[in-house]
């Protein structure tokens, strides 16, 4: 059980689109849909003017999320799973998107939602706490973070997602609004305070 200590590198994803275009299933899959639903479900405002969401990948829940938004900026580390989404929303003119890496290309705005969705845990404990620091530097006072993550044991990542949900209850910048844990993926929703 000899886990990664690095970040995952953007390398690492770009080679799994290549081999499969959806290699998670977000398309197809029942669990990824009523995670989604759930996700969406959890957002306590009906509308945000200004929302990040890290590692859109080809676009399932940005399509849903942007439903909820003014304005949106997906961002992920695969340029092909990027060119997937943007095509998925080509209908919806308020998502934007840019291929970066967190935290290394964190974007320079202030946003009232940021959704960080199966992406921490492919963090090392470093760069972890790095993107933590940015995230919130870059919420609104008021804003919301919501995090949802798989919470199985995988050997190719860093992190589970036990350990990035429960580093970030630690935050005093943060006032935890709810908890959700189903059999597979566990939720939290925060307040920037």
Known sequence: MNK????????YFEDMYRANPDPWDFETSDYEAQKYQTTINALPKPCYSNALEIGGSIGVLTALLAQRCDSL???D????AQQKAIARCQDLPQ?????AQVPQDYPEEMFDLTLLSEVGYYLSWDDLKTAQQL??????????????????FAKD?????????????????????????????????????
Do not use: A, M
Not at 77 to 80: D, K, L, N, R
Not at 135 to 152: D, K
Not at 164 to 188: I, P, W
């Open 77 to 80: 580390v695969s340029s092909i």
């Open 73 to 75: 900026l997906s961002i």
């Open 135 to 152: 995230i919130i530097e870059h919420l609104h006072v008021g804003g919301h973070l919501l995090l949802v993550h798989w919470t199985l």
């Open 157 to 193: 990542y860093p992190l589970t997602g036990d350990e990035v949900h429960d580093s970030f209850l630690q935050l005093s910048q943060l006032k935890h609004l709810k908890g959700l844990r189903q059999e597979r993926y566990r939720l939290d929703l925060f307040e920037r305070i």
């Open 95 to 99: 998502v934007r998107f840019k291929v």
């Open 4 to 11: 990664p200590k690095n970040s995952l590198p953007p390398s």
